[in-house]
């Protein structure tokens, strides 16, 4: 049987998987992304050659950890996916959810929303925060959807982020959920937060993460890798408080604190 090594702590190897003999090298306490979570001890750095096995190891146990992770904001159409992913800055998937089923009941279109009468709008989103520029973005995607694209989502990465209110994570979103088209990684707090505590990045801009991580991965696994990450950072590795003692990823992860 093929067999990797990676060297968790100094002295103690672990199975991975492949083939190479690979190690894991050290570095002070002072960059650990998990602060305060370690005393007297040391950071742990993936070896450039190990990152293949290692990431793909990270990404093999986020999935049985995370069977059922998916796109958390409820949707039936891409238009659908598009609203409640705007209105998700800054807000819980969760809320979003609340606030969802009247909006999608009373502007079922792009042209009921590039009609929508934006105080209407802001008291029917008021919840999400931001609202006074969620709603104008609401009502320009509504203007720009019926005026470039006959009232259709575009499926193009170039298209969608020429939107009002649609940056590239947004459009990520939409591409990977309501198309199934890879064309990058969703980076939201979660994605970027997780990949520099498992070491899968060192840049903190959310352009470059997604970079290093499209460079990691298969495209395949794009928008899947997205949710295991996002699923764990909500329910493990929480910003605050990441609970690396119940964590699938306790024994590979360069930034654990068991
Ligand atoms: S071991 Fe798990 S919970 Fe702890 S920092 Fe790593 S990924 Fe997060």
Request: proline share 6%; aromatic share 4%; with cysteine.
């Amino acid at each position: 049987m093929k067999r990797t090594i990676v060297e968790l702590k100094r002295g103690e190897p672990l199975v991975v998987k492949g083939k190479a003999k690979v190690r894991v090298a050290h570095k002070p306490r002072s960059s650990n992304p998990v602060r305060g979570q370690r005393q007297n001890t040391t950071r742990r750095r993936i070896a450039k050659d190990a990152m293949a096995p290692y990431a793909m190891e990270v990404f093999s146990r986020l999935k049985r950890a995370h069977p059922d992770a998916h796109c958390e904001l409820e949707h039936e159409t891409p238009l659908q996916l598009l609203m409640a992913t705007i209105l998700s800055a800054q807000c819980t998937d969760k809320r979003v959810n609340m606030v969802t089923p009247l909006l999608f009941r009373t502007f079922p279109t792009a042209a009921a929303l590039a009609d929508a009468p934006q105080d209407q709008l802001e008291e029917m989103i008021k919840s999400t925060g931001f609202f006074r520029n969620k709603a104008k973005s609401l009502i320009g995607l509504g203007k720009a959807l019926v005026e470039r694209h006959n009232g259709e989502v575009p499926d193009s990465m170039d298209a969608l982020v020429k939107l009002p209110g649609v940056g590239r994570k947004t459009a990520n979103v939409i591409l990977g959920n309501a198309f199934r088209k890879n064309e990058g990684v969703v980076v939201d707090t979660h994605v970027g937060r997780l990949s520099a505590r498992l070491g899968l990045t060192k840049q903190t801009e959310p352009v470059k993460i997604e970079d290093d991580l499209m460079l990691l991965f298969p495209s395949e696994d794009w928008a899947m890798l997205a949710h295991v990450l996002i699923f764990h950072g909500r329910r493990v590795c929480f910003a605050k408080s990441p609970q690396c003692a119940i964590c699938t990823l306790s024994e590979i992860c360069p930034s654990s604190s068991v």
